[in-house]
């Protein structure tokens, strides 16, 4: 879904201490903002902020998430696949077509879906229902209106459209000034969008001539001294999201260390080597090459950036049409939408920190000054992660007995050894079956790949904490109907279950009765018919989720989220749930 585009008008900051950082749009191919020019910088300081990455190294926020990853209500792929292609914007004029579907059909040709949607595998997400209905993402980047989706900001919207498909996003076209940027940034947030892409910034070198800034570290001790924060004297609702590109001049700037190279970052890296925390959420995105194994040629690298800097691929529509920063960007601002449709109770710290510390490790191990976190992973960020740990409420499920020290048993009487001597007018034990184990409902082993392709083994979660016991038994009675030779014999099915008491599973005892007949059609044939469960005292069976390192809530039998659990296996898996109807016909049969 897309809102309108708002326009900003250029207002100079007029302070004692004054400054007009002047920025060069990134066009088509490339990102991004390019030089600055300033002297100095008017307003407040960076201060001590309500939590952050504290410094290049980072912070782990893992311990204060807990209920926190409450779900949100989960969409459908069918919804995700009709979102797609920018809403109404899908009939808007695109390169040399007529349209952005004509575009997919041809540059596409084998593909259903745009190629940010595939190199995310965000279409596993959709399937689950996560879209990112609903979550408003802003686009702080340049735009027109001539129904034509030819700027830098369409295209960084199309890619932010293909991961998250439902989300609302929100154009906002401005002028290249950083004080048009803290005017976006306040603005959005009282619309309370609060994840923001910006494809833009300023750097050293110029990505397209390769000319340096003689004043960037002029400025950036300027920025410095002052404490001025890089987005402002603003203060940001605590579920902002800040995504910034890394940056295109890699193949000028020494090094390619984004702290050396890109402004922002500069400033960022030495306000916190002073102590300086930070008060909003930062993510820098820089890009992969073709094949994903490199750090493309043009992109600026982690650095000793490492804590906020993650990596993805940078196409538009299709494979090897567009390449920049500007491109990958958007690929983490749509996945941030997925995962706060997931989790909406998240803050901008915390959706940084799970978006980061799931990226597939690329390099060296750990975070590294080349990729950083590595390479976005949606799949990971919405699978389990870490330990997994039964709730500390769940602990009264755990008693002194443990099923190891239960004898196992079964034992079966046929029918012919029950109904040797009686009365065939009086109720008689037909069969009956006894064991040592469960038999009322499923229980899960407590193995499960997840969708990260991590196998997890917790079967000690389901494992009885009691001896189990089960039986069934069938009696009959044997009646003469009137006027006819032909007996029926009625049939009296009863299954009785102690219950199963685990740390995540209980089962109630349970009593199941039934009814049945059989009716002799001739010596040697007869036609029955029984309805098991017809009756059920007891039964119902109770589970809990397992957490994850991050506190997020599962279920350790599937390994699916458990909303998603709930929403599609909510029935319950138990085999005397409903009344179940035998119909035989036997010849040849004696009791």
Known sequence: MVTGSTNLRFVTLLMALSVSLAMTGCKKFSQDVETIETSSIGGGSGGAGSGGSGGDGGEDYTDDYGADYYLGTPSSETNAISGLFLGDKKTWGYGSHDSLLDAHAAENATFDT????????????????????????????EFNSNEILDTHGDQVSLVVNSVAPEAQLTTYNFTLTQQAAEDAFQNLNTQEVYII??????????????????????????????RYKITGTNSYDEKMLFVFSAGNSGEYCPDKRIQECSFYPAVLHRQRALGVQDSEAYIWVGSLSDDGTELAAYSHSAGDMGADFIVAHDDVLSAGDLAGTSFAAPRVSGAAALIRHKFPGLDGFQLKQLLLSTAQDIGEPGIDPIFGHGKLDLSNALSPQGQLTAGSNLTSFTTSRSPEKSIPFMFMLPATMLVESGDERDWQLLSLKAESRHAASKVWNGSFTALNGHHYDVSDFYQSKQPNFSLRAIFKKTTNRPRSNR??????????????????????????????????????????????NAVRLGGDIREQPCYDGFRRQYHCGTGLAWLDYRNIDSHRRDNFALPTLQVKYVRRFSF
């Open 114 to 141: 745009p190629i940010a949607s595939r190199d995310t595998n965000a279409r596993n997400q959709w399937r689950l229902g996560w879209t990112g209905k609903d979550v408003k993402v802003g686009v702080l980047d």
């Open 487 to 532: 007996p029926v014999t009625w049939l009296l099915p009863i299954a009785i279950d102690a219950g199963y008491e685990a740390k995540l599973y209980q089962a109630a005892p349970l009593l199941s009765i039934g009814f049945g007949a059989a009716i002799t059609l001739a010596p040697q044939s007869m036609l029955s018919m029984r309805i098991d």
């Open 197 to 226: 892409n910006n494809s833009w910034g300023s750097a050293r070198f110029s990505h397209t001539t390769g000319e340096e800034d003689t004043n960037f570290d002029a400025n950036v001790s300027n920025w410095v001294s002052l």
